[in-house]
């Protein structure tokens, strides 16, 4: 079945940049999401790219997509310690119903 | 203020009970899913609906039971059947039904823990 795949952790400094990567098997995905779920929450969307598009930029956010390697990133710039969050990718597909597959979350630590 | 509230935030049970969690959205969203979250396990899948009167299981259906009784509602029962229910519980929604370019919202969660 379809699968989505991200490193579970990432540590950087505070004002760097952060990359959080994701891989995906479904050739047939229509749109990507990164989501944001900080301690005890729900999550909150944060951006999401639609299958024909390369890259996308939202603010600190920048989305890049790799459709030929099914790759997703998000990278975060001048990254904040309110950034700290676990970050999931997402990704829906023709036939999906608009059932969402999951990775299973990449907790990123920002260091003061 | 439009948005999915879910309730209660914490829930405890004795092994062996049923539990009823909460899930209201006003959103006039068609679609509303739970999913279930165990640390390292990412979100799965229990159970989905498209439609008042309608729903169809997800990937982990067993020991699970809802009812989508109305459009604003969807509430999730755990039954005594699920072997291991303590976990965060999640609820989304989603504007249309079956349309895979939707963007799914999601409620704050609740925590059951079952002693």
């Known amino acids: 079945g379809e699968d989505v795949e991200q490193s579970l952790f990432l540590s950087v400094r505070e004002g760097d940049s952060s990359v959080i990567n994701c891989t995906y098997t479904?050739?047939?995905?229509?749109?990507l999401y990164w989501y944001k779920q900080e301690p005890g929450a729900g999550l909150q969307l944060l951006t999401y790219?639609?299958?024909?598009?390369d890259m996308k930029q939202d603010q600190r956010l920048t989305v890049l997509l790799n459709k030929k390697d099914k790759h997703l990133s998000l990278r975060i710039a001048d990254t904040q310690t309110g950034d700290s969050a676990i970050y999931f990718c997402a990704e829906s597909s023709l036939g999906s119903q608009g059932n969402l597959i999951f990775g299973k979350g990449t907790k990123l630590s920002v260091k003061p | 203020d439009g948005g999915i509230t879910q309730s209660p935030k914490y829930l405890f049970r004795k092994e062996g009970q049923n539990v009823t969690l909460s899930c209201e959205q006003n959103?006039?969203?068609?679609?509303m899913y739970w999913y279930r979250q165990d640390p390292g396990q990412g979100l799965r899948l229990i159970y989905y609906?498209?439609?008042?009167?309608?729903?169809q299981k997800g990937d982990i259906a067993e020991g699970y039971s809802v009812s989508r009784e109305k459009k604003e509602s969807f509430p999730l029962t755990v039954t005594s059947a699920q072997k291991n229910p303590t976990a965060f519980y999640l609820c989304?929604?989603?504007?249309?039904?079956?349309?895979?370019?939707?963007?799914?919202?999601f409620g704050p969660g609740t925590r059951l823990t079952v002693l």
């Open positions: 989304a929604s989603s504007p249309n039904a079956g349309i895979s370019t939707d963007t799914q919202y």
């Open positions: 959103l006039n969203h068609d679609a």
């Open positions: 609906s498209q439609i008042v009167n309608d729903f």
């Open positions: 790219i639609f299958s024909n598009m």
């Open positions: 479904d050739s047939s995905s229509t749109y």
